[in-house]
């Protein structure tokens, strides 16, 4: 499967919140670097990962743009609720072996009226 075509079968899983569809994506050594959070590492982390946001939240991805380059894939996403943000995939042997996201981490836990850590 192309980056690309990858990118888009992940973003329908992540609207099913589907952690082990999303999890099958991944390599198994694979790292999910979401900005705001400390790098996952590892297939079972990253389902971990998508599990316990989803029981945290909402979470809905539109899908604005998907570009491809090589090994890469971007997607640029918006959310119903206005948070906007771009991922970075690289996509090796039909496997997402790196990811890496931004958005604003703020906006994500007022919206969704989460407490806002204190450091």
Request: hydrophobic share 45%; with cysteine; charged share 30%.
């Amino acid at each position: 499967m192309r980056p690309r075509e990858l990118v888009m079968a992940w973003a329908k899983a992540f609207n099913r919140a589907d952690p082990d569809g999303l999890a099958a994506f991944y390599a198994e050594d694979a790292v999910n670097h979401q900005v705001a959070e400390a790098p996952v590492e590892g297939r079972e982390a990253i389902r971990r990962m998508f599990a316990e946001g989803f029981r945290a939240a909402e979470m809905v991805c539109i899908v604005e743009n998907i570009f491809e380059d090589g090994e890469w894939a971007i997607l640029e996403w918006r959310d119903p609720l206005g948070l906007r943000g771009c991922g970075f995939f690289r996509v090796v042997d039909g496997k997402i072996v790196f990811q890496r996201g931004y958005w604003d981490k703020l906006s994500f836990l007022r919206m969704h009226g989460m407490p806002i850590p204190r450091n």
